[in-house]
């Protein structure tokens, strides 16, 4: 079935580093891809999207790219900030049953020091 | 407009106790889901409903039970608590029929059940 792979975490970064989170799925077709972004003691939030290959979903100087010949969403970002600590979810839309449900991987955790 | 909204926030429950967790969303939604979060394991799917009047399996449903009450509210149900269904609990909702919407989430139920 539909699966994601997230690197395991946990990710300790210093103000102003670069982060990268990888991300692999195995799907059927090209499925939607998200990041989604939770911030402690609250639900999930979209950060960013990419509905077919080469699309960049951005958002909050986050980034990723729907890389379909690695089957990639790896998300980046030039300069995290202490309140980018949050843990990250990347997810993809399984069509898989019939109805459109979300797989996600299970989450790194990112933490930033200033 | 509050979104996706879910009560209670915490509740502490006996092995064998019963109790509906609520849900609703005012964003004229036809999908919502129920997703539990453990450690390590990501969100995973228990139930989900992709229009008013239809349930369906997710990935752990056992223990659970739903109801789409109309097309604003989709409740969970644990008949029987045991410590096995300690978690956080997840109601999301998704607008559209088709593929690669987001889905919306609300703020998380916390259970323990001792």
């Known amino acids: 079935g539909d699966s994601v792979t997230q690197m395991e975490g946990p990710v300790t970064l210093s103000e102003e580093a670069f982060l990268t989170i990888n991300c692999t799925y195995t799907a059927t077709g090209y499925p939607s891809l998200f990041w989604y972004v939770q911030y402690p003691g609250e639900g999930l939030q979209l950060l960013l999207k990419?509905?077919?290959?080469?699309d960049k979903g951005s958002n909050k100087g986050f980034e990723a790219t729907y890389r379909k010949e690695t089957t990639s969403f790896h998300l980046e970002k030039g300069s995290v900030q202490v309140s980018d600590s949050a843990v990250y979810f990347c997810a993809l839309a399984s069509t898989q049953g019939g109805s459109e449900k979300l797989v996600f991987g299970k989450g790194t955790k990112l933490t930033v020091n200033p | 407009n509050a979104g996706v909204t879910q009560t209670p926030k915490f509740q502490v429950l006996k092995t064998g106790q019963s109790m509906t967790l609520q849900c609703a969303q005012d964003?004229?939604?036809?999908?919502m889901y129920w997703y539990r979060q453990d450690p390590g394991m990501g969100l995973r799917l228990i139930y989900y409903?992709?229009?008013?009047?239809?349930?369906d399996k997710g990935e752990v449903p056992n223990g659970y039970n739903v109801s789409r009450l109309n097309k604003r509210e989709f409740s969970l149900r644990l008949e029987s608590a045991a410590p096995s269904q300690t978690s956080v609990y997840f109601c999301?909702?998704?607008?559209?029929?088709?593929?690669?919407?987001?889905?919306?989430f609300g703020p998380g139920t916390r259970l323990t059940v001792t």
């Open positions: 964003m004229n939604h036809n999908s």
């Open positions: 999301a909702s998704r607008s559209q029929r088709g593929i690669g919407y987001e889905q919306y």
């Open positions: 990419a509905t077919k290959a080469d």
């Open positions: 409903s992709a229009s008013e009047g239809t349930t």
